[in-house]
């Protein structure tokens, strides 16, 4: 979860026109955020005092653009959530918040500047920063944005858990390259393990003959995918002691199943 809180202090003595630019930033910022962004505030902000006024009095009556002071900012400002207490300092963002947590505004002070969006570049650069740095729980709650052709299903989530600490770099570089070569490669046809493995660095193989034709090593193999229906994800990516288990179809990835080895007819 990303969580955007408007700070307070950082409006002081702000003059009409930044504060103008900043907040049409602000309204473009929320108009296309995602299922996975949270704007705070909290309605002390209303009193602050800027250059030419208190906070209310500048940004509905002193403002160039009259149709956006009017018309746009009291819809953008009442649906930002506001929060209880008001959010000082970094710590007490995080201790409030799962990451990740920035402060929205203009001036900052005693604020690390990682944390500080002032502008669409710094957002732009927020995001960057810190989009692909995951536990296993945020992992699993922005799979869907992460990943544009992979579809991890259900199960999944389970084994990212026990097994995410330790490997869950390892975990989220092979889903991304198996995610390009679908988007890249992918957009013909039936998926061709062999061309993935001479365009990624991938290493698919299907099981052996032998494993197949048993009937309780297939068992094994068999996954639900998202509609219900069970298939056998026979398909497997090797790389180091794990492996990936997925069926392709329809331009899509489902993988049913990470973890170690599977059974086979030889181990």
């Known amino acids: 979860m990303f969580n955007y809180y408007v700070f307070n202090p950082s409006y002081e003595n702000a003059a009409t026109d930044v504060l103008e630019d900043n907040l049409q930033t602000l309204q473009t910022l929320f108009s296309d955020r995602n299922d996975?962004?949270?704007f705070l505030k909290h309605?002390?902000?209303?009193?602050i005092v800027v250059a030419d006024g208190t906070f209310a009095e500048v940004i509905f009556s002193k403002f160039q653009d009259k149709q956006f002071s009017i018309q746009v900012l009291p819809h953008l400002?009442?649906?930002i959530t506001s929060v209880e207490d008001p959010i000082n300092t970094i710590d007490e963002f995080n201790n409030r918040y799962r990451i990740y947590n920035a402060f929205y505004g203009i001036n900052f002070q005693d604020i690390p500047?990682?944390?500080c969006i002032a502008d669409l570049a710094s957002y732009k650069a927020f995001i960057r920063n810190n989009y692909w740095e995951l536990t296993p729980q945020t992992f699993w709650e922005r799979r869907e944005d992460l990943f544009s052709r992979v579809v991890l299903c259900e199960n999944v989530e389970a084994q990212i858990h026990t097994i995410g600490g330790t490997y869950l770099q390892q975990i989220i570089n092979k889903i991304r390259e198996l995610d390009n070569y679908a988007v890249n490669n992918w957009n013909d046809g039936n998926f061709n393990y062999i061309d993935a493995n001479n365009n990624a660095a991938l290493n698919i193989s299907p099981e052996s003959s032998s494993t197949?034709?048993?009937r309780e090593l297939v068992n094994q193999r068999l996954f639900s995918l998202p509609d219900g229906r069970r298939e056998c994800f026979e398909l497997h990516i090797k790389t180091g002691n794990l492996r990936f288990h997925f069926f392709p179809e329809n331009y899509k990835i489902y993988i049913?199943?990470?973890g170690r080895h599977l059974q086979t007819s030889r181990h």
């Open 212 to 214: 197949m034709q048993r």
């Open 77 to 79: 400002l009442q649906q």
């Open 36 to 38: 996975n962004e949270e």
């Open 256 to 258: 049913g199943y990470i």
């Open 43 to 47: 309605d002390s902000l209303w009193d």
């Open 113 to 115: 500047a990682a944390s």
